[in-house]
């Protein structure tokens, strides 16, 4: 008899754990598409730019770059500033990422953690997708904040692991801790200074690298959003020479 109460308690105990687990994976789930709607970037095809500044000891180096973002999740990355990056650019589509310079006879497959310039990579400055390319493991309430613990759903996303800090009072984005397949930390995103831009809702955001050189700082800041129709057939890695033309 004491025996199969214990297993009736057991039994209780798992059902309950996991009740309350799938709880707190809705109420994460919800919390992200919050987060996403407000930024509202999901639908339709948008113009970013962005100024970017890399601060370290040897001094600040600045640039502005032109994000073109197409409804099928594929993305072009231009520099406008400095002049000895404009011939460059950088295409991903989903998981796959390439790179083309002037004089190339055809763009190369990189990665998306590859830095795209100071300590931001390519895959954090085009936007991670929290809510779709991620499932929630944890949550926890610590100090004010949602903690939420994220997994990718596959081994080809740049990363593997993210832990988000969402505040409680203004559902919005504190912090992000980047990882890799193995657990381990490598980029500390912080957002502050939230504004709305021609309807949506972004941050500036500090990148430092938790691996290396961690007295830099590279700042991504929004200047301008714009809804903008994009030829789908301009996203193409042998067109990438042609992209300022297709898109005109």
């Known amino acids: 008899m004491k025996k199969i109460w214990v297993l009736h308690l ?4 798992a059902f309950f754990a996991f009740f309350s687990q ?6 994460a789930v919800e919390l992200l598409n919050s987060i996403y709607a407000r930024q509202g970037l999901g639908e339709d095809s948008f113009v970013l730019d962005l100024d970017m500044s890399s601060q370290s000891a040897k001094g600040i180096q600045a640039a502005q770059i032109r994000v073109y973002l197409h409804q099928t999740k594929k993305q072009m990355v231009t520099f406008l500033e400095p002049v000895r990056l404009q011939d460059q650019s950088i295409l991903v589509i989903g998981t796959n ?22 300590d931001a990579g390519i895959a954090e400055t085009v936007g991670i997708d929290y809510l779709h390319d991620y499932n929630v493991e944890n949550m926890q309430e610590i100090d004010g904040y949602s903690v939420l613990k994220l997994r ?23 912090k992000v801790i980047l990882s890799g397949s193995n657990g381990q930390p ?19 955001i500090e990148i430092s690298n938790l691996l290396y050189e961690r007295e830099q700082r590279t700042i991504l800041t929004y200047r301008a959003i714009t809804g903008r129709q994009l030829a789908e057939s301009a996203f193409d890695p042998l067109m990438m020479g042609q992209f300022e033309l297709l898109v005109r």
């Open 22 to 27: 799938s709880i707190q994976a809705n109420d």
């Open 97 to 118: 990422t390439w790179m083309f310079q002037k004089g190339l006879n055809r763009p190369l497959r990189i990665s998306a953690q590859q830095k795209l310039f100071g």
């Open 152 to 174: 990718a759903i596959d081994g080809s996303i740049a990363y593997q692991g993210a832990e988000l800090w969402i505040s409680e009072a203004t559902a919005t984005i504190h």
């Open 10 to 13: 057991f039994i209780c105990l």
């Open 186 to 204: 490598l980029k500390e995103l912080v957002y502050s200074d939230y504004q709305v831009l021609n309807g949506h809702e972004v941050a500036t």
